[in-house]
């Protein structure tokens, strides 16, 4: 239309970060010591001697192949690296949309010849740089320790990016779903009950179903079985999981605009 | 020339709530008053002119452009004071100032800070610690700050001291002066009486009776006090006035020799000729109160016509 309407604004991606930097930052933070500390305590030896007891027994086939990012992947890659990102998403994706609509602050931006697709499209590209900035501080972290203290191992520098970046974009696709329910919801109490009750449910799915095989059914039921940390460490092909996963999320980021842009705003 | 206007607009929030089938213009350079009893649809209808809901039925315009498809457009030109105030409570009032300015590209700030010294807003604070009052100023500047030609008030006084009030009364007339168009949702009569041309009662959703102040005062009966010396004239008077079809006599007080005169405005040259055969101590005219006007209507059922 005319001048100076970029699609994303300024001034309220400015108000945003001063906003939601500090819980960033904290999370970051967290994040980043949880995968430091997780690559750190990996102790081969101890694996050797145990794999020494069991030799020629079943178990052997097994642990043979523990390696630093099979470790990792049954723990930070399926637990922890996992929920706290869930939960940062939760909280910020409310805050973004949702809980302004609710509150009626989200009044005064539209009050002002600021568009509604301006709004919502600078505060998913908020979610969105917030979270690739934690996953390349979390990974350059991850690298790092893996240089200094398992200069030693033979790592596969190439599986372990993989497993960061597949990781990044289950989170793009769980923020998706977030803050989707932010734009839809007119109540925090609504975009909460499904913005982090959908996450939620997605991350127990995966969990049941890798406890045993009879419980593996579940995994039909999570977008987080699409990462698929065994088949990125085996070189099966991973690709079109890791695409859907991207796929998904720009379908409910888009879909995020247009439910917004057309719904009635109680304010 | 019409600035606001809504047509035939309907939003049904179900169980008899929202507003139904509402009709009103305002005109440019003009007060138009929206007065109404709790939950009868003042906010409903503001919301449809802010282009924050969309009509189920009807159509809602500002300066000619439908509120709801060009809402970021009209906003350029037009300031907006929401009936409650939330405003991002992180920052403070003088950070918020910045944001809005910035938001409507507003780069001069001496219009600004006039507003802040009228209002006497102390905005270096947080938000969150701010009074009640102060966030209304806040929120008051926000909206005049680009020196809008519409405006859409909703409830713009509440949480105002009295003086603060009287000064945004002033403040009102002023802008209309200016040639501001200027909406405003109120329950209080004296604000709407001391500011408002036109003056619509919603009621339970419906518009139940649209009228101009003057025309309204031109059209209702004044009411004169008058004192005479003593028990004879004051019989006197009485007989004159209660034989006349054209006066009626509101009240008397025998102890004191005081009537109250009803009148018409069309037979007051004969009251006054009536009235100057008595030697009379005192008289004047009974104030008119709209007050009294609209409590009739607050409690009347939907539907209620103008006496
Ligand atoms: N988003 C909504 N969903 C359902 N009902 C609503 C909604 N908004 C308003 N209502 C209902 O519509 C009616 C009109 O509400 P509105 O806020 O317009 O009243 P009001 O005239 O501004 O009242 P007040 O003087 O108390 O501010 C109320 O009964 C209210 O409960
Ligand atoms: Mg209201």
Redesign the pocket.
């Known amino acids: 239309m005319q001048e100076g309407n970029p699609i994303i604004n300024g001034t309220i991606f400015k108000q945003t970060l001063r906003a939601n930097v500090k819980l960033w930052l904290i999370f970051t933070i967290v994040l980043t010591l949880l995968q430091i500390v997780m690559v750190a305590v990996f102790d081969d030896s101890t694996l050797a001697d145990v794999s020494h007891l069991v030799e020629g027994t079943a178990l052997a086939g097994l642990l043979g192949q523990t390696t630093l990012l099979s470790m990792l992947a049954s723990t930070y890659y399926s637990i922890h690296g996992v929920i706290f990102p869930i939960i940062y998403i939760i909280m910020t994706a409310n805050s973004l949309i949702a809980s302004q609509v609710d509150r009626g602050s989200m009044a005064y931006l539209l009050s002002t010849p600021t568009k509604r697709s301006t709004i919502i499209v600078t505060q998913a590209f908020y979610l969105i740089v917030a979270l690739v900035v934690m996953f390349c501080i979390e990974t350059t972290a991850g690298f790092i320790t893996i240089q200094v203290i398992h200069s030693d191992m033979d790592i596969v520098v190439a599986d372990f990016i993989m497993l960061n970046v597949g990781l990044f974009l289950l989170m793009f696709a769980i923020s998706s779903i977030s803050f989707f329910f932010s734009s839809y919801c007119?109540l925090s109490k609504n975009s909460l009950a499904f913005g982090a009750g959908i996450p939620i449910a997605f991350f127990l799915f995966q969990l049941l179903s890798s406890v045993d095989d009879s419980l593996n059914v579940f995994s039909y039921f999570t977008i987080n079985a699409l990462f698929d940390t065994t088949a990125i460490l085996e070189g099966e092909n991973y690709w079109w999981k890791l695409i859907v996963l991207l796929g998904l999320g720009i379908v409910l980021y888009i879909a995020s605009l247009e439910v917004f842009k057309r719904k009635?705003l109680?304010l | 020339m019409t600035i606001i206007s809504l047509q035939h607009v309907t939003k049904d929030?179900?169980?008899?709530?929202?507003?139904f089938d509402i009709s009103f213009n305002v005109e440019k350079a003009t007060v138009y008053g929206f007065l109404?009893?709790?939950?009868?649809?003042?906010?409903?209808?503001?919301?449809h002119i802010m282009g924050f809901?969309k009509p189920q039925q009807g159509i809602v315009t500002v300066n000619g452009l439908n509120s709801w498809t060009n809402a970021s457009t009209i906003q350029e030109k037009l300031g907006y004071l929401p009936?409650e105030v939330a405003l991002p409570e992180h920052l403070t009032g003088e950070q918020f100032i910045r944001m809005m300015m910035d938001l409507r590209k507003v780069n001069d700030d001496t219009h600004c800070k006039k507003l802040i010294d009228f209002f006497e807003l102390d905005a270096s604070g947080r938000i969150k610690r701010m009074s009640l009052g102060m966030k209304r100023k806040l929120a008051i500047v926000t909206a005049f700050m680009h020196d809008p030609n519409v405006l859409v008030l909703?409830?713009p006084t509440s949480g105002l001291d009295p003086i603060m009030q009287q000064r945004f009364i002033n403040f009102v007339r002023e802008e209309k002066k200016r040639g501001k168009t200027i909406l405003l949702?109120s329950?209080i009569f004296t604000e709407v009486d001391a500011t408002c041309d036109e003056i619509s009662i919603?009621k339970d959703?419906h518009v139940i009776s649209s009228f101009n102040k003057l025309e309204l005062l031109k059209m209702t009966e004044k009411v004169f006090h008058v004192k005479v010396k003593n028990a004879l004239d004051y019989k006197q008077l009485g007989q004159l006035i209660e034989s006349n079809t054209d006066f009626h006599l509101v009240n008397k007080n025998e102890s004191a020799f005081e009537l109250q005169i009803g009148c018409y405005p069309n037979n007051l040259s004969r009251l006054i000729k009536l009235l100057a055969a008595i030697p009379i101590l005192s008289f004047n005219e009974v104030p008119f109160s709209l007050e009294k006007h609209f409590m009739e209507f607050y409690d009347r059922r939907v539907g209620g016509e103008l006496p």
């Open positions: 007119n009635d109680p | 929030y179900g169980h008899g709530r929202g507003i109404g009893p709790n939950g009868a649809g003042k906010t409903t209808a503001i919301r809901s009936g909703d409830e949702s329950h919603i959703g």
